[in-house]
Each structure stands twice: as C-alpha cells, then as structure tokens.
C-alpha cells in the first residue's frame, strides 16, 4: 500500500464513522439510505488493495446493518491518480473480486454485498461511464458482461464555499485539503478557510496534528506560513502543532542515525546528516534552529547549505 501523505489523510479522516455517515448521508440515493442504518456504521478491519491497485488506490471498509436484518459493506476507495481512468470499472471489478475472494476463503455461504465509493480529487474532469459503454457490441451481448455501478465523489468538482458548508467539520478540512492537493501554491489563499475550520475543531484537538503532518509533507508551505495558519485557529492549537513539528523534527534526525549506521561508514553518516538538514532547510527551517534541532555546530549546517547551492 502506497503511503502517500493522501493515504495518511484520507485514512484518519474517513476512519470515523460520523465522517463516513456525513459523506454517505450526501451521496446516497435516498431508496439506498432508507434501506441502510447508517448510525450503526462499523469500520473493518484489512484492506481488498493488492500491490496492483496501491500504486493508485487506498481503501475502507465499512460494514452497514441493513433494516432487514442482513449487512451491506461500503468500501471507500481514494482514488490517486492525477487524471481520470479511463475505464475505472476494470480496477473497480479487480477489488470486488478481491473481496469476494475473501468471503470464499473464510468460508461464507453468501458474497458480500459491495458498495464501491470512488473519491476523487484530480483536476481534469471525470466522465462516468457504464461498463458496457466500454464494449462495441449492441444491447443484445450486454447479458455476457459484468454490470455494476459505483458511487462517484468528485471534490474538485465543489466549490470552496459549498466544501466549507459541510455540516461535519472533519469531513470539511479533509476535502478541501485534497480538493488543493495538486495546486500547492494555492495553499496560500485558502490559509483563512483552513484557519476558520481548525478553529471550528476547539481548542486542542488532535486532528490538528493530522493537517500539520499533511501540510508537512505535501504542501510548498515553509514552516512559518504553516505556523501562521494554525495560530489564526487558536494559540493552543499553534502549540500543539509546533510539538507535532518537533516530534517529525525527532524522527527525522532518529532516520538519518540510522541510515548512518546502516551504510556503517563514515560518508554514509555524513549524507544522511546532510539530507536532513536540507530537508529541514526546503520547509522553511532557519540555519539556527536546525543547529539547535540536529545539535549540530551552526558553521555545518551553514556549510552544508552553501555547498548544496
């Protein structure tokens, strides 16, 4: 499974089930919903991704109790790419057999019932198609080919507006981070929505730290703009993100330890050393408190800055 900041993102957020119900409660058919008890929603355990879908692919599984006493499984799927599938039915077919394939190995009498939700949040639009459409054969072959639909989520079809009037906070500040994924710069300009939102969370919430990591890893940011953006939301919530930031300061420099003592010599600690400290300096860390963070004399770090120009 790929372990992309997305995933990360994508997997903290949708983990909760009144996340979950929020989205469902928004895409739902209504005959679906009156069907579903989606209060009772209950996250699973394991995931029906295999090596040739996580390259694009994360997933949940949720199970449902349905009101006549059996149970449908809703399996979220993000979907990574930057640009549509074309024929997603095909990718879509692969993990319901995956699933499936399961239910026979453990021995069921009866297959799962699958609701495929496909979230996406590329730029170019996405054109839903039916599986049939995909074939050059007329109506009267359509018997012979599997058909099934998939529920669809397109985030970069929304407006700022209409994400920040989600009723469920988490699911708000979730999206519109995706929806911007791929327009790193634009980041900026959203800083207020994204203050607003987190400030909407209270004071201290630790999902906090779960937008901080992501900004982290995948925004163009520099720290002190991050920094900014939290403080807007409260000063506790700043403090809180600035432990997170000295946590992921800690692992970084724990990492290039151990790559030193991996490669076991001298130059391979050096160049771990290194990749730290340009790693810190590319996310707006000055010299300073990389010597401080690394314990290391403040002429190296300089030293390494310069000769990496």
């Not at 089930?17 to 739902?28: F, S, Y």
């Not at 330890?257 to 050393?273: C, F, H, I, K, P």
Request: with cysteine; aromatic share 10%; charged share 25%.
């Amino acid at each position: 499974m790929s372990q992309q900041p997305h995933d990360r993102l994508f997997k903290e957020t949708f983990s909760r089930p009144d996340v979950a119900r929020a989205l469902l409660e928004t895409i739902l058919p209504a005959e679906l919903q009156a069907r579903l008890d989606l209060n009772s929603l209950q996250l699973r355990n394991g995931s029906f991704v295999d090596e040739s879908l996580g390259e694009h692919v994360a997933d949940l599984v949720y199970d449902c109790p349905l009101l006549d006493g059996s149970t449908a499984r809703i399996a979220f799927l993000l979907e990574h790419k930057s640009y549509p599938d074309k024929r997603p039915h095909l990718q879509l077919l692969r993990y319901l057999l995956n699933a499936w394939q399961a239910d026979v190995k453990a021995g069921a009498d009866t297959l799962s019932l699958l609701v495929p939700v496909v979230i996406y949040h590329g730029r170019p639009r996405w054109k839903y198609q039916s599986f049939t459409d995909f074939f050059a054969a007329d109506a009267a072959w359509h018997r012979f080919l599997p058909q099934f639909e998939y529920l669809f989520y397109d985030l970069s079809a929304l407006s700022d507006e209409a994400i920040g009037q989600f009723r469920n906070t988490f699911l708000a500040l979730s999206a519109l981070l995706l929806k911007h994924s791929r327009r790193k710069n634009y980041l900026e300009t959203i800083a207020d929505q994204l203050a607003g939102l987190l400030a909407e969370l209270g004071p201290g919430n630790l999902y906090a730290n779960t937008v901080a990591v992501y900004l982290y890893q995948s925004s163009e940011l520099e720290v002190p703009q991050l920094f900014a953006i939290f403080e807007k939301a409260s000063k506790q919530t700043q403090d809180l993100v600035m432990s997170t930031y000295d946590q992921i300061i800690e692992q970084g420099r724990q990492q290039g330890r151990r790559e030193g003592q991996q490669e076991g010599r001298e130059e391979g600690q050096r160049r771990a050393l290194e990749n730290t400290v340009l790693t810190m300096q590319r996310k707006g860390f000055a010299a300073e408190f990389i010597a401080n963070a690394l314990d290391l004399p403040l002429d190296t770090v300089q030293q390494v800055l310069k000769n990496a120009v």
